[in-house]
């Protein structure tokens, strides 16, 4: 039985000699010591990837060597026997490296049984024949050798580096080494179980590594399992408190003590991958200089932090602290994360300044008392960067400090040299970065060290330019955050109140985790005490540390109301109390006490969350400033720093609600608002509540994400989308769609309309006409709500003409103002569809049938319901008063778009039917999109003017924007001409194709060209191939010397260039050429696929199309980016008439006008239908185009 049950563990993390270890070993305090024998074998089963798994394929071994961060200085078989004395012995294939001993079942293992730090071995020691002791401080490990040489060569091994660690002074904690013992230095740390075993684990997440131990007390001794490079890890959420960390090797599961806890682990997995994954190369650079190995505050070794602005590398810990400070002090970002920040002039003003001549300045007077080291806590930190960076207590003072304008020549003189130690002080004592330096031509000093050529000067100039200086404020540690008086507001009570916490509030918190405690509020600090007979507070909170205030909704904790309070250094409090009265009371006077009185206007609002966040908006978006924001219902109010009024941004109707990096990105129609997270805690919370109260919030109209128009987004798609795919198919609305696909389309919408893109091909006619039927059916309210419906009703009985149509245009002007516009819009849209009831068989009457009971609600028991809609319908024009301009602007957009649709059917080309376009800004990224409608009307350059604008980008001169067509399959681009229609490239767009707004970054050279050259035409030498037909014809491998020829009307191929020179003499034929296309029928595209292998990176990918749509496909290659650009700039001006670029193209940006994305609030693209109706329809309007009004 032993002998199978050791076959069945081969492979398991656990092997029989660490299970008798356990068995003769002193059991610790905590009972997971003990490991259960049975279980023991199926973790392999449970939790092994299979070899066919999508995760793993081929050796481990490879990926093993992949993921080694430590070279292996030795490795080989020895036989493990326990320390007690055991005469079982297991052979265990052994691995010493610079950190660790670990011993493996197999040479193959990735995770091994143990491993012993080698910081913790005290001696190596010989305990007879083959045999050797590894003793640490707890604990001995027993090994024996196949023979003395092999033992003595492991044992002088191993005694050589643990002397040399002695030596160089590196028991301090090893980059590869959790922080053994110290709890502040871990990420997350805790037991968890491991599915397969009955006792918990001893978990560690740091840095980027998940270690394993038995129990707390191996974890304080350092002596563990095993651990897990997360550069290979995948974290996968199970069920309500098990999660999986997956590797290639092995898939670990794991469960928590509650759905928080999980939570937790989760998070803390997920960031160790990230900084697993993140790029070291700037931190290795920054890390050749020995004083920026160790973090400038606390000593931490391999700090990957740094503040940009004060030049200094820091610690992970210390990092999160000077977070707290605000980015007008030190602006933090990541090493190894923030990769774009990271300029080469940046790295190369670490390295020179850096930690070393940083705290020359920062750190020159620090008494040793008051430093702190690795160990130190969050507090201690907190108050040693304070008094450090915030008021400057410790810094070397320059000679010239209190004479500001003395201090202003220094910098400008400085500024000049490379003496950045001495900009540093005279910037950080006071010297102004932008004071004028009398000179208009160079008037600030960045202009000064851009002139003298010092690009690290002005790097450091940059990164300061708004940096406040240190100052310390009489009377208090602490400078205040404004320097306004706050009003004094006193207040006092009983709160419940819950310990502070570092997350947001996911879970309800009972009635038990609150504690009962006597709270005051006086002189701008709110202090909590055991009861209302101490006079000693357990905690306070001053008023201009709070940076956001909470009101939750009723029942959110154990208590009926409850409020949070967020402070600077990254805290939550939470209080609650049964009286919503005396909540309210608390509320208004904490935010009285710390919202700045310019921004008093938002205390009358009745909000559900307050405070001051960092913003970025108009025309400047280099400065993020401070602004005071509330949050009521689905408004977000702001007062901007800039500003004395307040502003409001209605959520609901916002075009686009993104997060980019660290900000929250909310555009408008005309402004777009960026949101910055400078604290995480607070940031999130907004982030939450800005997505809720911008997303659908009932089943109400008024409830519903809406347009500019004040029209639902769901019923805008779906109106769109059947006017654009649909008003010719017939039976539409009383066809129903798939009943699955309606109520997945309805979820989606009611999800987030805004992100939904319905697109011919992707959704059926008849499950979007359905959608829109089931969603005015389930309104809560109806359209046209319980107070009025009866009165419509009654209208519709009314026998006099005149009088019918009064009580209507009353009653529409009774509704509130949604559902007036959601009708007006609906009723467009029925008016529409009836006008082509020759094709699609849904007259007006047909259409009051389907739409009376939906609308009304009344399930056809009121035939009056119908009436009301025929009517509504066949006097649309009367009771809406639409003016003829409005109805003939509709149709000339409505005659242009059949006419394209009309060349597209008899092309043969598929049309998308979806007309709202994915535009990408720079790059293709989520937060790089904006959705646009394209009118038929649109060029290349309206549409980058659109963007650009959209995006409050200013084109500076000689910058050349352009909208640019990708192709993702040939990894090849062209830039559109900006005199383009975008319209018709959109339809022949592929689904790996897109289109993006950059920079022409060669336009300049190839303009420079086109005017330098002497002849229109171009010729020379450049590499050809062919891509292979259908037919298996033309060119299959290789790239082939051809010389070309491109005139205004065509581009010509020569096998040889002697084919020219050679045969001048001859008759005309001998100068025929090979190949001949015409110019107007190629599209060039810049770039060739890689696989092509092509002879070098300066091609084009070329596609010709004739008359009859017989298509070819080539690539061309020139030795030179000049040539390429001489190339292609030749192939515009041939092709657009020499007109390469426009003369005009600010004047134009200037004088466009904005347009509405919707015109007489009707959507203008029409819809599908066989080429003769479509031309029957186009003729129609082309003779009279104001038939429609004349029907009604």
Known sequence: MRGRLRSERVNSLFSEDELIEDYYDQPAANDSSCWNDYGLSTLQSSGTVSRSSSMHSGSTEGLDASAQLLPIIKAGWLDKNPPQGSYIYQKRWVKLDADYLRYFDSEKDTYSKRFIPVTSIARVASIGDQKFEVITNNRTFAFRAESDADRNEWMRTLQQMVDERKFKGLNRISLFQPPTGSLDSVDKCGLLELRGFKNKLYVVVAGDKVFLYKNAEDYRQGIGITYIEMNVGNVKDVDRRGFDLTTPYRIFSFSADSDQEKDEWVEAMQQSIAEALSNSEVAEKIWSVEANQFCADCGSPKPDWASVNLCVVICKRCAGEHRGLGPSITKVRSLKMDRKVWTEELIELFCQVGNCVANQFWAANVPPSE????????????????????????????????????????????????????????????????????????????????QAGQKLQMEFLLHNKNSEIPRVEAGSSEEKHYSVILPSVTHNGFLYKTPSMAKLVHERKSREEFSRRWCTLNDSIFSYYENDRNAVPNGEIKMEEIVCLVNNPPDTHGFESTFEVYIESERLYLFGLDNPEAIRKWVKSIAKSFIHPRADELLRLDFERIGRLQYKGGLNLERAKEGWFALAQSVL???????????????????????????????????TLYIQGDRKLDFLGWVAAIQKAAGCSGDTLSEQQLTESDIPVIVDRCIDYITQCGLTSEGIYRKSGQNSKTTSLLEMLRKDARRVRLKEGEHHVDDVSNTLKR???????????????????????????????????????????????????????????????????????????????????????????????????????????????????????????????????????????????????????????QHIKIPATMTAE???????????????????????????????ERPLHYSEKVLPILHSLGTDSYLVVKKQLSMENMLIYLASRVSDSKHGMMKFREERNLLGLGLSTGFHDRYFILNNSCLRLYKEVRSLKQRMPAVETSHRPEKEWPVKNLKVYLGIKKKLRPPSCWGFTVFYENEKHEKQQWYLCCDTQMELREWFASFLYVQNGGNVWPSESSKVRASRTQQDSRLGNISLIPLRGNENEMRNSVAAFAADPLTLLRNV
């Open 371 to 450: 430093a702190i080291h690795v160990a130190s806590g969050s507090q201690e930190r907190r108050r040693f960067l304070i008094a450090k960076y915030k008021e400057g207590k410790y810094r070397r003072y320059h000679p010239l400090f209190g004479n500001q304008e003395e201090l202003n020549k220094a910098l400008c003189a400085t500024v000049t040299t490379s003496d950045l130690a001495e900009t540093q002080s005279l910037v950080f004592c006071g010297a102004e970065v932008s004071c004028f330096s009398g000179d208009p031509d160079f008037p600030n000093p960045i202009a000064l060290a851009e």
């Open 637 to 671: 109010y702001a007062f901007f720093e800039d500003s004395d009024k307040e502003e409001a941004v209605h959520l609901k109707k916002l075009q686009e609600l993104s997060i980019q990096g660290d900000s929250l990105v909310l555009v408008e129609r005309r402004r």
């Open 775 to 929: 969603f005015f059916r389930d309104l809560g309210d109806g359209l046209f709500t319980k107070e009025f419906c009866q009165d419509w009703l009654k209208a519709a009985a009314i026998e006099n003409e005149e009088e019918k149509i009064g009580q209507y245009r009353q009653l529409l002007s009774s509704l509130p103002m949604v559902n007036r516009a959601t009708v007006k819009a609906l009723i467009n849209h029925l008016y529409r569809v009836q006008y082509f009831s020759e094709m699609n068989q849904m007259n007006t009457h047909n259409l009051a049938i389907v739409f009376g009971p939906t609308l009304f609600q009344t399930d056809g028991k009121d035939y009056k319901a119908g009436r009301v809609v025929e009517d509504l319908i066949s006097r649309y024009v009367v009771i809406f008063s639409v003016d003829e301009q409005e109805m003939r602007k509709q149709q000339d957009e409505i005659q242009a778009i059949i006419k394209m649709r009309i060349a597209g059917s008899s092309s043969g080309t598929q049309q998308a039917g979806d007309f709202i376009c994915t535009v990408y800004l720079e790059e293709k990224k989520t937060e790089a999109e």
């Open 942 to 972: 309206e549409l980058t003017f659109e963007i650009l604008d959209r995006r409050k980008i200013e084109t500076k001169e000689k910058e050349y924007w352009s909208c640019f067509e990708v192709n993702e399959r040939e990894e090849a």
